[in-house]
């Protein structure tokens, strides 16, 4: 009886201690990182959260076409931190939207880098398949 309850107490104990070493499924700071329209992505060690909503605006020149206007997509994304939640407009370019390209929020800068797929003539992109990268850093000392 004493052997079957050691037994099973370090099956608990293992599975336990397995659960606390996987590593957090997430982004590193300081480091792009690509984000799928739709999804979350935590960075464990800040206990930060970043949501990026389906894209609705992509004004881009599609390739294969000659535009008079390059335009522009803008991404939103949903910053949590401490249970605080704030939202975040970036643009792939921000002379034609005067939305920016980067901006600071609570201690974090947030930047885009790319924003894919680029449309290109003949075919439509879903607001869903978007995925951004993004380079998120720590701005407090």
Do not use: H
Request: proline share 7%; hydrophobic share 40%.
């Amino acid at each position: 009886m004493l052997q079957r309850f050691l037994f099973l107490l370090s099956i608990l104990f293992i599975t336990v201690s397995c659960e606390q070493e996987n590593p957090c499924d997430g982004f590193e700071l300081g480091k792009p990182f690509e984000i799928p329209a739709g999804k979350t992505v935590k960075n464990c060690l800040e206990d930060i959260s970043i949501t990026m909503l389906p894209v609705e605006y992509d004004s881009r020149c599609p390739t294969g076409a000659v535009c008079i206007w390059a335009g522009y997509a803008q991404i939103e994304l949903l910053f949590s931190s401490l249970g605080k939640e704030v939202s975040i407009s970036l643009s792939t370019d921000p002379g034609l939207s005067k939305i920016p390209n980067n901006v600071s929020v609570e201690g974090y800068s947030f930047q885009l880098l790319e924003l894919n797929p680029y449309p290109a003539l003949g075919s439509t992109s879903n607001s869903k398949e978007y995925k951004a990268k993004l380079l998120i850093e720590s701005v407090l000392p």
